[in-house]
Each structure stands twice: as structure tokens, then as C-alpha cells.
């Protein structure tokens, strides 16, 4: 055997520096990516449970107290297998709230930034004796290659290198939530290491120096001892306490949480965790027994704890030792690695940030990155520290169970923190402090005291009783703290984002009105400092696109809140961020945030595949009753306490044109018109029902009901029902002329038929005139009385045909009628009279346009409606008609430059004998009769006036008639 402690030193030497370079090449990228974040190398990363306490404790226990050693493989065995109930709920709730360790979780589940420092320092001494145990392994693993070797020297040395790795590579950004690739890599090569040390060792031992595995069966039947002594369980329940201390450990330790849930990337690698770790766990375990029947067979009876460093020097197998001591320097360093960086992450958060004053400098983030650094060398001081008080006294075992114990006390919190939604802040802190000082008086303080020489078998039945005790104790603390305390209504909205793995339904957390990106950057700067706080919010606006502007929607200021507290949140804990951002949601030192519901339903969204049980049903309504919402045929919009705007439907955009992503956060006043007076005059009105309000759209009139109702007395806000009643509205309007027309209709034949025999009685008289004398003044009057009997004639012939118009049997059989040829004939027929030539009347007309109607007719309407127009157009103004195919129907506009038609007497434009001619110009039937005419083509008309918005002038006709969809082609009147 050639070694000595020189090389064995140079080999240690070489490792580090090969898990220094394997760390560097992955932060420079020369590693593959694919490599780097794939799940395996996480789940490799998670074989850092096995310890030194683990590869060199285990064989202590082994050899005292037989198969309960497997009690630290099975613990964590069942953890690993139980993980989608207690991994991957505890990681969704970390990713989703941004919480990077224990101390993180409970501040946010019992909204209390103290309980967050309290269970800080409560894992930080814990957690000493665990890194010390490490150091010890290390340092005592060289001492017994080599008796001359100062065990503190070394350790020391030792301490410094991994601080410096630690500090390298567990805090190179700012942020504690960036994923630390390097240093994942770097344990999970550890962890390979490791396995491949203890499977090469055990398969020495089983094919080389048993010769197999059948001469290692005859040779046990030869040593019946060996295998009795682990099958002899010692007295009482100590492997039950163990095995729950370990289940424990496996996630609640700060190494194995920081890399379960802070340094991973998908619930993928814990999903492939959940059976590869029981694999891992069952090879190493498997082991175990091997190289205890080795000593045995080679008689090695010194101290157990370093069993494999005795084996490879009683084999005289340099390299054996080689691998049992890089073997138990993986296993030692990759504990310290990731708990150093772990708990500096933790004391920086809860204890230090919350206290000191951040500096205002361009150098806070790397002041930031140092001070974690320096709280790193600070963790390390006080584990050696520790390690010099308790180190070498015991046994790694022994040691061990000191810490497992301390760290078994937060399972009571972890399984109410996800299972138990009435658990409180009191409780929870009751019970913990319970089983707390009594780990503390009667484990931990015993083991500080120098009088103390050994841990006997007696003392050791005494922890595992103190530990079941500390453990029912908390548990009945908590269930009874909780019931005598409440939660308040912060945990209660904590405590079921916890339970249901969902996100908490809170209050609108819209701030105030004059809330904006100067508020914002105000708060940050009290803490940060202006170059820092004004660095932030750039990056902010930057990842949502949005403006430097202090003219955010409420929403989108929402949005920037959320995105800057999940930043902070990395840099100074979720406590501090929310004590930044979210000042009014503090009370007696809560400090944790609140969703609004827009960011509740994105979220959920997106949660959607993720959610199980309860939660995904509790989904499955909640996405069938917002689908109800949308489709309803009624527009509906909420409006909170604030009078933000929570909810518009599909209706609602159909109605106004516009997106809910263009409306959510906005107040009623701020959305275009005529929507925010119409909107905000009836959300401020005590009124709930507003029947058939007309407003203006595109040049149309509309006619819309609105009705309300407050939630809880309006204190959550108000909901608005938006019906359209334009349908029913001109329907009614229609009913309503038809009658009047109709009772006009009967009136008018009837006074047509009264008058026309007397005045045809006087017109003859008055004709007969001229034959009875030749006096001029008589015949003067004869003419006068025969131009005003004509006068009248015309008026009944005018009332004969509108009482005919309401009798649809007045039409016969409607033929295609050429449109063109209609509207070119009554322009002629415009262009005779000689006061109408001084108005211009231009056609722009698709050619061969024809619709279903009576020729006649038609020409009478166009004549009626031309007349009008010239009337109301000034000299050498244009009339302008237009008509085109809209799919079945023929679509016609008639535009003049008139004075227009006043609002008050649009509505009365069809009444018969209405007219706004001066007296003797007009009868008032023209527009009833062409009312009449379209109605019985089963067409539209429908007058828009002012026509000219901005000059407010003008009138705008538009009819509407059926075209002609016979297949052959048209034949009928007019046609070309």
C-alpha cells in the first residue's frame, strides 16, 4: 500500500477542483443545456440527503442496533413516494407566491413577517449541529487514516474551501430565486460520486473477498451472530420516532428544501424523483450490510463510524480508501454547500433586511450579493464553532439525532399548513414553542454541557421519548390553540390557497386613485434607494411591455405591482417586498400580499392541468358559471367597491365594440362615449331600473334598458344588466303607426267620400260660369273658385290613395322592378319642373340593380322624397343618391344639403297631415303615404339628420327593399 496522507490530501484537492470546474463550465454555458436543466440531473442533485451521517453514521447504528438503520432510507423512501401529497403541493404553493424556504412558507400561510424571523432562528440552530457533523466526518475520516493529523486544522482548511464554493457559486445573483445551475450540477456530480464509491466498495467486498454471493450466504450460516445481531430490533419504539424523523428531514432540512423547491424547475424532475430517490435510497441501503459483513470478516473492531476507511486499509487497497474518503467528502461537502447558502438566504431575508437600512447606492445589488456572501462565512463560523464545542465527543449517530429531532417539530406546521385549513397563527406558534423548549432543555442543552463524556443507550431511550412527547404535545397545542384563537381573515385567505393548492381569493387590491408609477417608485426608494428603485421599475415595464408613463390603467398598475413584488421578492424576501409594495396590508406585523381577480383568472388558467380533487372541481364550476356569464344575451359589467370595472361579457363588447382587455380597471366615466355617461350616470343613481334610454351609434339609433343590483348594500360593489330594446322599441314604434295610419286611413276615405260630390257640384257651377255672362269680374271668380275646387280635388285624390295604401290587396303581383330605370325617371321627372333646376342631383348606382315591388309605386315614393329634398336644399346645393346590393337586399341613400330635421321632430315625421311647409305647400301626406308604400314592399325607411355630423346640415334617407332573387331573368316594369 503506497498511499499516504500527502496524496490521499492532493486527491481530495483534485476532487474539489474538478467540482469547481464542473461548476464553472456550466455557469459559462460550456455545458449542454439539455444536460444542465434536465430533471435527472435535479433528481441526483436531491441524493445529497445521504450525509456523512448517512455514509458513515449508518454503519455506527448497523452495528448497535441492526436494521434500524434503514430507518433513514425508509423515512425519506416514504417521503419521495408520498410526494404528489406533500412535494408538489408545497412547490406550487412556493413558485406561485415566490417562497424560497420554511422560514418564507410559514410567514406566508400565518401572515406574520415575525413568524418568518422566528422560524429563521429557530432552523439556524438547528441546523449548526448538522453542518458540524459534517465537518466532522471529514476531518475524523483523515484522522483515522492517519493519527498525526489535527482533526481542527483540517476541519478548518476544509471550511474555508467550502465557503469559498458556496460563495462562488450558491450566491452569484442577487436574487435568491435565480437558479443556481453551477451549483446543481456540481451536487448532483456529487451525489453520482458517491453512489458509484459505496456500490464499488460493497462489490469489492461481496465478489472479491466473499467470492460471490453464494459463499457470502454459506458464510453467514457459519456466523449466524452476524446476521442475528441485525435482526435484533433493541428495546421499545426508537425505530418508529426515527423512521418519522427522517420522513421529516428529507424535506424540511434547509438543504433538501432549498433544492426540492427553490432550485426546481418543473413538478416534473419531483414526479421522476418519486421513484428514482427509492431506488437510489434502496441500492445504498442494500450496501450497508455487505461492508458490515466485511469488517466482520477482516475483524475490524474500531470505531464504526468509519468503518470504510478501516476496510480499505486492512484490504491494503489504496484505492478503496481513496473512494470510501471522496466518497464521505461528497457526501460531507454537498450538505454544507446548499445549507450555507440555504440559511445566509434566510437570515439575510427575515433578519437582517426587515432591521438595517439598504443603502441608496448604484452598487446595491452587489451590496446585496456580498452581504448574503458574508452571511455565508458567518453560518460557516458558527457550525465550526459548534463543531469545536460537541465535535469528536460523540458519534456521528448520536449527533445526528439531535438535529433530526429539532427539525421533526415543524412537521406538525407543515402537514396543517397543507391539510388543515382552521390551524392559526396562535396554535401553530404554541405548539412549535412547546416542542421546541422541550428539544431544547432536553436533548440539546444536555449535549453542551462539558460534564457530558457519552451518550449511553439509557440516555439515547430518553430522547426518543422526549421526541414522541415534544412531537404529541406540539400537535395537541396547535389543534387546541387554534380552537381557543381564530384565524383572522388574512390566514383564513392563506390558509385555503395552502389547502386547495390554489391562489387566495382576496379583496380588491386596486390602490388608490392617485396610485402611479411615482408612488411606486417613492416606496421603492425609501428602501432601495432612487437608482435602484428607478432600475426596477424599467425592468418591470420593460417585461410587460408598458410605457414610462404615469398614465397606467388601474390594472396594468396592478400588473407592475405584481411583477415588482415577485422581483423584490428575490432580492429581499416576500416579508420585505410586500412591507414595500403593499404597505395597507400590513397589521401587527403581517406582511403578505393580495390578488384582484384579473390576475386570479390568468393564473387559474393556466393552473388549470395542475389542479386535483376538490380544486379541480371547485374549477370546473367556477369555468361553467363565468361561461354562463359570457354568453348571456344581455350584456353584463361589474363594478367594484371603487367602481373599477371587474367583469364585461361578450354581449357587452358587442354592444360597444369594445375588449375587456381594454376595460378592466377603467371607471365607467373613463370609457368612450356615449358608454360613460350613459354607464356612469346610472351606476351613481339610486334608481335600479332604467327603462328604453336612446343614444346614438354609428349614425343609428339604439335603445338600451339598464337595470342594477349592489352587492352586500353596494360595500363589494354593483352589478349592471345591459338589455338592447332597439328591436323591440321600433317594433313597437311600427304597431303604433300602423294603427294610427290605419284609423287616419278609415277617417280620410270617409271625408274623401263626403267631400267629393259637393265639390264637384261647385266646379261645374263654376264652369258653367263662362257660358252664363261675360262680365270679367264674375269669370275672374269663376276662376278662382275652379282653381280652388281643383286644389281640393287634389287633396282627396291624396287622401283616397293614402286610405288605399293600408290595404295590402291594393298591390297585385310585385314584378322585378328596375331600379336604375325607377330612380332615372323620377329625376327627369325632377329636372321638368322649373324651380327645381337650380338643385344639382347626382346617382351613383351599381348597375342593373333590381328589387321586388310595383313600378308605380315606387316612382311615387322617389318623386315624394326628391321633392322634399329640393324643398329643403338651398339653390345650386346637390342631392346625392346612391344604391347598392347588400346581400338580399337593395339598399338606397338619399343625401341633400338641407337645414336638416330637428330631434323633436324626427319621431313625427311619418303622422299623417305633419308637415313643416310653410301653410298651402304641403298636406302633410307625402311622407305617411311613402311610409306606407315601402311597409307594404316589406321594406325600411329610416331618416338620419343632421347627415353632416361636423357641419351639422343635411338629411339622409335610407330604404331598404327586397331584391329580386327569382333564378330566370327579370322581366316586369321599368326593366331596360
Avoid at 385549513?421 to 404554541?430: H, I, N, P, T, V
Avoid at 278662382?784 to 298591390?811: K, M, N, P, W, Y
Wanted: net charge negative; with cysteine; aromatic share 8%.
Amino acid at each position: 500500500m503506497i498511499l499516504n496522507l500527502s496524496l490521499l490530501l492532493l486527491v481530495g484537492i483534485g476532487y474539489l477542483l474538478l467540482l469547481f470546474a464542473t461548476a464553472y463550465l456550466t455557469e459559462r454555458g460550456l455545458l449542454p443545456t439539455t444536460l444542465v436543466r434536465h430533471p435527472l440531473t435535479h433528481v441526483l442533485s436531491l441524493a445529497v440527503y445521504a450525509s456523512a451521517w448517512t455514509f458513515y453514521g449508518a454503519f455506527g447504528i448497523a452495528a448497535e442496533s441492526g436494521f434500524t438503520f434503514l430507518a433513514s432510507y425508509l423515512g425519506a423512501t416514504v417521503t419521495f413516494i408520498l410526494a404528489p401529497l406533500i412535494l408538489l403541493p408545497i412547490l406550487r404553493i412556493a413558485r406561485t407566491h415566490q417562497l424560497s424556504s420554511l422560514a418564507d412558507l410559514f410567514a406566508f400561510r400565518y401572515r406574520s413577517a415575525m413568524t418568518g424571523s422566528f422560524i429563521t432562528l429557530l432552523i439556524v440552530i438547528i441546523s449548526m449541529p448538522l453542518i458540524a457533523i459534517q465537518i466532522q466526518a471529514f476531518s475524523n475520516s483523515l484522522s483515522h487514516f492517519d493519527e498525526r493529523v489535527s482533526s481542527q486544522h483540517v476541519a478548518l482548511v476544509f471550511c474555508l474551501i467550502i465557503s469559498v464554493f458556496s460563495m462562488l457559486f450558491g450566491a452569484r445573483q442577487a436574487s435568491i430565486r435565480s437558479r443556481h445551475d453551477g451549483l446543481m450540477v456540481a451536487i448532483a456530480l456529487e451525489s453520482v460520486v458517491k453512489m458509484l464509491a459505496l456500490l464499488s466498495m460493497a462489490g469489492f467486498i461481496l465478489f472479491a473477498l466473499f467470492g460471490g454471493t453464494t459463499e457470502l450466504t454459506h458464510w453467514l450460516n457459519n456466523h449466524p451472530e452476524q446476521m442475528y445481531r441485525l435482526q435484533t430490533l433493541p428495546a421499545g419504539n426508537n425505530w418508529q420516532i426515527l423512521l418519522v424523523a427522517f420522513f421529516a428531514a428529507a424535506f424540511i432540512t434547509p438543504h433538501m428544501f432549498h433544492l426540492l423547491f427553490s432550485e426546481n424547475a418543473s413538478e416534473r424532475s419531483l414526479i421522476l424523483a418519486s421513484w428514482v430517490m427509492p431506488l437510489l435510497l434502496l441500492i445504498m441501503a442494500i450496501c450497508i450490510p455487505v461492508l458490515l459483513w466485511g469488517a466482520a470478516k477482516l475483524n475490524i473492531n474500531t470505531d464504526p463510524d468509519f468503518l470504510l476507511i478501516h476496510l480499505g486499509r486492512a484490504l491494503q487497497k489504496d484505492w478503496f480508501v481513496i473512494a470510501a474518503f471522496v466518497g464521505g467528502l461528497s457526501a460531507s461537502s454537498g450538505v454544507i454547500i446548499v445549507a450555507n447558502v440555504a440559511l445566509a438566504s434566510m437570515l439575510q431575508n427575515h433578519l437582517l433586511l426587515p432591521v438595517i437600512k439598504l443603502p441608496d447606492t448604484k452598487r446595491f445589488y452587489s451590496w446585496l450579493l456580498w452581504m448574503r456572501r458574508s452571511l455565508i462565512l458567518l453560518v460557516m463560523a458558527g457550525s465550526y464553532l459548534v463543531y469545536l464545542l460537541v465535535g469528536n465527543r460523540f458519534p456521528l449517530a448520536q449527533l445526528g439525532l439531535i438535529t433530526f429531532i429539532g427539525f421533526l417539530q415543524f412537521l406538525p406546521g407543515i402537514l396543517a399548513t397543507l391539510y388543515w385549513q382552521k390551524a392559526s397563527r396562535f396554535g401553530f406558534l404554541l405548539g412549535l414553542c412547546a416542542g421546541m423548549l422541550i428539544w431544547f432543555v432536553a436533548i440539546f442543552v444536555p449535549v453542551l454541557s462539558p460534564h457530558l463524556s457519552e451518550i449511553t443507550p439509557g440516555l439515547l431511550d430518553q430522547w426518543y421519548w422526549w421526541a414522541i412527547i415534544s412531537l404529541m404535545i406540539n400537535a395537541l397545542l396547535l389543534i387546541t390553540g387554534s380552537w381557543l384563537v381564530k384565524l383572522s381573515a388574512d390566514e383564513e385567505e392563506t390558509a385555503v390557497a395552502c389547502v386547495l393548492n390554489a391562489l387566495p381569493r382576496t379583496k380588491s387590491s386596486f390602490g388608490p386613485d392617485n396610485d402611479s408609477i411615482e408612488d411606486l417608485q417613492f416606496r421603492l426608494t425609501s428602501r432601495l434607494g432612487a437608482t435602484s428603485a428607478q432600475r426596477e421599475i424599467e425592468a418591470a415595464l420593460m417585461l410587460l411591455d408598458l410605457p414610462m408613463t404615469n398614465k397606467l390603467r388601474p390594472l396594468d398598475l396592478l400588473r407592475l405591482r405584481n411583477i415588482l413584488e415577485n422581483n423584490l421578492s428575490g432580492l429581499l424576501g416576500p416579508a420585505e417586498a410586500t412591507a414595500l409594495l403593499r404597505p395597507q396590508t400590513l397589521s401587527g406585523g403581517n406582511a403578505f400580499r393580495g390578488r384582484e381577480i384579473h390576475l386570479l383568472e390568468e393564473q387559474l388558467e393556466s393552473y388549470s392541468e395542475r389542479l386535483s380533487g376538490l380544486a379541480a372541481e371547485l374549477d370546473k364550476i367556477r369555468r361553467y358559471h363565468r361561461s354562463t356569464l359570457q354568453h348571456l344575451p344581455i350584456g353584463v359589467c361589474t363594478l367594484n367597491e371603487r367602481q373599477h370595472i371587474l367583469f364585461w361579457n361578450q354581449a357587452m363588447v358587442d354592444y360597444t365594440g369594445i375588449a375587456p382587455e381594454a376595460v378592466l380597471g377603467l371607471k365607467p366615466a373613463e370609457l368612450p362615449q356615449p358608454w360613460s355617461e350613459l354607464l356612469s350616470h346610472f351606476s351613481q343613481q339610486n334608481t335600479t331600473y332604467q327603462p328604453a334610454l336612446r343614444i346614438e351609434l354609428k349614425n343609428q339609433q339604439y335603445w338600451f334598458s339598464l337595470h342594477k343590483t349592489d352587492i352586500e348594500d353596494g360595500q363589494q360593489g354593483c352589478i349592471i344588466l345591459i338589455e338592447d330594446e332597439t328591436e323591440h322599441k321600433l317594433l313597437a314604434n311600427r304597431l303604433t303607426h300602423s294603427e294610427r295610419l290605419t284609423s287616419i286611413g278609415r277617417f280620410a276615405a270617409g271625408v274623401a267620400h263626403e267631400i267629393g260630390n259637393p265639390v264637384t257640384g261647385i266646379a261645374c257651377l263654376a264652369q258653367n260660369l263662362k257660358l252664363e255672362t261675360e262680365q270679367p269680374e264674375v269669370l275672374d271668380t269663376g276662376e278662382a273658385i275652379l282653381e280652388q275646387t281643383q286644389r281640393i280635388s287634389r287633396i282627396v285624390q291624396s287622401l283616397i290613395r293614402f286610405a288605399h295604401t293600408g290595404q295590402t290587396d291594393h298591390i297585385g303581383h310585385l314584378t322585378a322592378v328596375s331600379l336604375n330605370a325607377c330612380i332615372q325617371e323620377a329625376i327627369d321627372l325632377m329636372r321638368f319642373d322649373e324651380t327645381r333646376r337650380s338643385v344639382k342631383i347626382l346617382s351613383d348606382l351599381e348597375p342593373a340593380l333590381y328589387c321586388t315591388g310595383d313600378y308605380q309605386l315606387l316612382l311615387q315614393v322617389l318623386v315624394n322624397l326628391l321633392n322634399n329634398a329640393c324643398d329643403a336644399s338651398p339653390d345650386h346645393s346637390t342631392i346625392r343618391l346612391t344604391a347598392k346590393t347588400e346581400e338580399s337586399w337593395v339598399a338606397l341613400n338619399i343625401v341633400d344639403e338641407g337645414c336638416g330635421i330637428s330631434p323633436d321632430l324626427q319621431e313625427r315625421i311619418f303622422e299623417p297631415f305633419f308637415t313643416t311647409k310653410e301653410p298651402g305647400k304641403g298636406t302633410g301626406l307625402g311622407l305617411a303615404l311613402v311610409y306606407n308604400i315601402i311597409t307594404e314592399h316589406c321594406g325600411n325607411i329610416e331618416f338620419i339628420s343632421p347627415a353632416d355630423k361636423k357641419q351639422k346640415k343635411g338629411t339622409q334617407v335610407i330604404i331598404q327593399l327586397p331584391a329580386w332573387t327569382e333564378p330566370d331573368s327579370p322581366t316586369g316594369t321599368g326593366l331596360e
